[in-house]
């Protein structure tokens, strides 16, 4: 059975910085892209940030790009999610995603969704 489990949300001040956890299990953690979704209240999901599975390349939307870091260890099976300069729209629930390619993922396709984490940013 396959579990992406979130960690590391809370509040943070505007301005703030906060880094996300997500720990994969059940799943061939290294064959797969990785990516983070996030999902504020009355919204829609969308998609924030994805990494190929060796690391290589990195895809943010235009929101969060130069804000956020997305990185991964897959000796440890986890994904990461470093986000810096936060600001109060950045408030929501995030969403840790895996999917065969990040191509999927910017399209906001995934195989595997975790629980989410709550994200909130004061001003």
């Known amino acids: 059975q396959v579990q992406l489990v979130e960690s590391g949300g809370g509040l943070v001040q505007a301005g703030g910085s906060l880094r996300l956890s997500c720990s994969a299990s059940g799943l061939t953690f290294g064959s797969y892209a990785m990516g983070w979704f996030r999902q504020a209240p009355g919204k829609e999901r969308e998609f924030v940030a994805a990494?190929?599975?060796?690391?290589?390349?990195?895809y943010y939307s235009d929101s969060v790009k130069g804000r956020f870091t997305i990185s991964r260890d897959n000796r440890k099976n986890t994904v990461y999610l470093q986000m810096n300069m936060v600001k109060p729209e950045d408030t929501a629930v995030y969403y840790c995603a895996g999917a065969l390619a990040s191509s999927q993922l910017v399209k906001g396709v995934s195989s595997y969704w975790g629980q989410g984490t709550q994200v909130t940013v004061s001003s």
């Open positions: 990494i190929t599975w060796g690391s290589s390349n990195t």
